[in-house]
Each structure stands twice: as C-alpha cells, then as structure tokens.
C-alpha cells in the first residue's frame, strides 16, 4: 500500500512558477513508478509526466515539454514536477500516481492516488 500526499498547488500569475511535492509513504517507494495527472473543469484527467523507479526514464505529455521537470528523491520518498511559463490553460487539480513496472501515460493503469493539489494560472 502506498499513500500519497500532494502539496505545492497555488495561484501564480502566467509565465511564474510551481514546485508541486509528492510526498509517500512506505518503504518501497523506489521502486514504483510515478506519474502526474491534471484535471482542469469540465475536461478528462489527462498525464503531465511520469519518471520511472530508478529517475532514469521520464516521459512528458506535449503540452508540457520544456517546461515541466519531474525528478525524484527516493531517499525522501517524494516525487516533484517543476512548473515554470505557467500559461492559463495550466490552470487544473494536479494529482501524483504510483504503479509497478513500466512508465504509462493512461491514468487507468496506476494503482495508488493523492488527493490532489490546485494550480490556478491567472492571465
């Protein structure tokens, strides 16, 4: 079992910045994988990034590339997405997820969730 507690989310004004935190629990947390999900109002959850167990393998979706960062710190069991040009359409409840195995971008494929954390880009 593995629980995940999210922390970060805020307003910013476009173009700023945002470091969420994801932080677990339980001892075994290098070796899963973990993703980032965002749902903004009235739209589908949709993958931001995932890094694998080890932080050798990382995976972003388009709309994030160059500038979006996930890393981890297994030694504190936490998972971070740096967010810098924060544009409007940003603007979403951020989620962190775990699995085993492989890096997916499908959100049906993880087994363990946060509660999220709000991000709010103003224009």
């Known amino acids: 079992q593995v629980q995940l507690v999210e922390s970060g989310g805020a307003l910013v004004q476009a173009g700023g910045s945002l470091r969420l935190s994801c932080a677990a629990s339980g001892r075994t947390f290098s070796s899963y994988v973990m993703g980032w999900f965002r749902q903004a109002p009235g739209k589908a959850r949709e993958f931001v990034a995932a890094i694998s167990a080890s932080g050798l393998t990382i995976n972003y979706a388009d709309s994030v590339k160059g500038r979006f960062t996930i890393s981890r710190d297994n030694a504190k069991n936490t998972v971070y997405l740096q967010m810098n040009s924060l544009r409007p359409e940003d603007t979403a409840v951020y989620t962190c997820?775990?699995?085993?195995?492989?890096?997916?971008?499908?959100?049906?494929?993880?087994?363990?969730w946060g509660q999220g954390t709000q991000v709010t880009v103003s224009s």
């Open positions: 997820a775990a699995k085993t195995l492989w890096i997916q971008v499908r959100a049906i494929l993880y087994d363990y």
